[in-house]
């Protein structure tokens, strides 16, 4: 969601200055707040349908589940997910700086979280306030050879991989590597990925061809994202809403 260093739709709202501050408010007060950004309660619904119940079987085995949150940011979702927080409830624990330094909340599984951002502020906090284990911080697009080297694990050794409306940052050879990184590993595993309506469609339909062609679709659904900002709404007239399409893929037997 951070990757700013890349070609971006100009049409789009923008927020590369709450991305690198030190703490979740800002995302909390200009995001979450200002524009309603609820999807997180779907990425939740969806995990829970087709991705929790299997969590939960390795769970009862015994198992840790390797999550990977990819262009995390201030891992919101991974809030929603791994600790089934809703909208409300990671609002009021980012409500200020003091509050947003512990999760409120309890893992729901046993698992071992990394968070892949390009912004090493949003990835310190990850990790000082306990949402991430291990954390790699890189600009996907152009990755020093430790990082690339890091992320490609990552992605392979990962149970679950959840990336929510960032994969359309990314350019189409990054893209795909990434997704083959997770595909080659020779057992089940998952994918949870956001697309985003209007902004930057043909991308968006690029991406969705490349995980087609190495994963096993799951299922999908469609739903509010945020309010679009003024900016938005005057590039593109007559709408109110950002909508959000959410996948999930898994690897192919």
């Known amino acids: 969601m951070s990757q700013s260093k890349i070609k971006t739709d100009e049409k789009k709202q923008h927020f590369d200055d709450i991305y690198v501050a030190e703490t979740p408010v800002p995302f909390k007060e200009r995001i979450l707040d200002a524009l309603d950004y609820i999807s997180d309660d779907f990425n939740r619904r969806m995990f829970d349908r087709l991705i929790l119940p299997w969590v939960q079987e390795k769970a009862g085995r015994g198992e840790t589940v390797r999550y990977v949150d990819l262009c995390a940011c201030f891992g919101n979702t991974t809030m929603a997910t791994v600790y089934g927080m809703d909208y409300e409830a990671i609002r009021h624990n980012w409500r200020d700086t ?14 071992h979280t990394t968070g ?9 906090y990850g990790q000082s306030c306990g949402l991430f284990d291990d954390t ?3 600009d996907l697009n152009a990755p020093s050879a430790e990082a690339k080297q890091a992320v490609d694990a990552a992605m392979e050794n990962a ?11 990314l350019e189409t050879d990054v893209i795909k590597a990434l997704i083959d990184a997770f595909a080659r590993a020779p057992r089940e595993g998952y994918m949870l990925v956001n697309f985003l309506n209007p902004f930057s469609l043909d991308k968006a339909d ?4 490349l995980l087609l062609e190495r994963l096993e679709f799951v299922g999908s659904m469609a739903t509010r994202h ?19 399409e959410i996948w999930v893929l898994r690897r192919r037997p």
């Open 98 to 111: 003091d509050a947003c330094r512990r999760i409120e909340a309890e893992r729901r599984f046993p698992a």
């Open 116 to 124: 892949i951002d390009i912004s090493g502020n949003a990835m310190a």
């Open 136 to 138: 790699v911080v890189a």
């Open 159 to 169: 149970d679950v991989v959840i990336s929510t409306a960032s994969l359309v940052y």
């Open 206 to 209: 690029e991406t969705k061809r």
């Open 226 to 244: 945020r309010r679009m900002s003024p900016l938005e709404q005057e590039n593109y007239p007559g709408e109110e809403w950002s909508l959000l």
